[in-house]
């Protein structure tokens, strides 16, 4: 069987720096906010083109602080409307919520799965103070149409990039950040981080994790426990350097699947020169039989994502909503194996799979 995600063969080439990073973190005796915490900050922070970057404990809470933050700040009230895209993983949603702000969702663009720009404007409304982007699968949303909508009503830009690490962004505006193990730059267990220009948004996101204190048993706000773990943050310096490796060859996996899957039962993403390919997603009408006849083959793959966040039990709220074209999706979509791991057997007999579907 050829896995969805081998993340054991992604990290085999580190293991040796693992044990070298555990040996040193074991000789330090000093397990919270470090400094391999302090310097992953930097160095991430460097890597996005950012001034600050703040480790949190995971990429939800890394959504869900950033907007307590700019509730502390003034910038936005309990209550304040955020308008996202529909067709996301429900962490999007969820981090709106936790924060008590209202999530307002928007329909996708069918072609490539992110935000549609044309149909935000008619979602704005006294109540709307933000747009959470994402950058769904890896491929950038189209921030220029996103920006000018911003711009004109004056709304904050906040940017989820869970799936999206060394993606080419435009702008300079916050973004979220999960390190969860099956990532693009994948930690080994649970992390995230924001990155930031914002100093004061920094600052205050890094005294909310910790327990809302800047100067211990000092606390200035209603904080959290939502620290980067010091063992995380040392695995995620191992790999850095290499995440733009890591992705070309994600991207050299993702040219075959476009250039040589011909399968009329099958629909391609459209994809962007810069996409980063966390995920690689078709979509098919009868997806059960195409992911029996995969398995069948010795191929796993994965379904991101069955239920649409509105039509989960946890959102109740939102049952009646009509969204069409995300319910279709969710219906339609899986995804192929992608990674930087997988051989050139491997791909040769997943395409050739794909290609010999005929139900």
């Not at 010091?230 to 075959?256: I, W």
């Not at 969710?330 to 997988?342: D, K, N, T, Y």
């Amino acid at each position: 069987m050829i896995p969805f995600l081998d993340i054991k063969a992604i990290n085999k080439p580190y293991e040796e720096a693992f044990r070298e990073k555990m040996d040193l973190f074991l000789e330090k005796g000093w397990y919270i906010l470090g400094d391999e915490v302090k310097a992953f900050e930097e160095e991430f922070a460097v890597y996005c083109g950012s001034k600050y970057c703040v480790g949190v404990g995971n990429g939800l809470d890394a959504i869900t602080l950033t907007f307590k933050a700019y509730i502390e700040m003034g910038n936005l009230q309990i209550g304040d409307e955020i308008i996202v895209p529909a067709n996301t993983y429900i962490a999007s949603i969820l981090g709106i919520i936790h924060a008590g702000l209202i999530p307002v969702l928007v329909e996708p663009d069918a072609n490539t799965f992110n935000i549609n720009p044309k149909l935000i404007e008619a979602k704005i409304t006294a109540k709307t103070k933000g747009i959470m982007v994402v950058h769904l699968y890896g491929q950038l949303a189209d921030m220029d149409a996103v920006m000018n909508i911003a711009y004109k009503y004056n709304l904050l830009i906040v940017e989820d990039a869970a799936q999206a690490h060394g993606l080419s962004f435009k702008g300079s505006h916050t973004r979220t950040f999960s390190f969860y193990p099956g990532k693009n730059l994948g930690a080994l267990g649970d992390a995230g981080a924001v990155v930031t220009n914002d100093e004061k948004l920094a600052q205050t996101i890094k005294s909310l994790s910790n327990y809302g204190s800047q100067q211990k048993y000092y606390n200035d706000y209603l904080g959290f426990n939502s620290r980067l773990d010091e063992l995380q943050a040392a695995f995620l310096r191992v790999k850095l350097p290499y995440l733009n490796l890591e992705n070309e060859k994600r991207k050299a996996v993702a040219k075959r699947y476009l250039s040589e899957i011909k399968n009329e039962k099958i629909t391609l993403p459209v994809c962007s020169a810069d996409h980063v390919f966390h995920l690689f997603v078709i979509r098919t009408e009868n997806r059960e039989a195409l992911q029996k006849y995969l398995a069948d083959n010795g191929i796993q793959t994965q379904i991101h994502y069955p239920v649409a966040p509105h039509k989960q039990e946890a959102m109740k709220a939102f049952h009646h909503l009509a969204l069409p074209v995300t319910e279709k999706i969710h219906q339609e979509v899986l995804s192929l194996p992608m990674s930087s791991a997988l051989t050139e057997e491997e791909l040769n007999h997943i395409i050739k799979v794909v290609n010999s579907y005929k139900l």
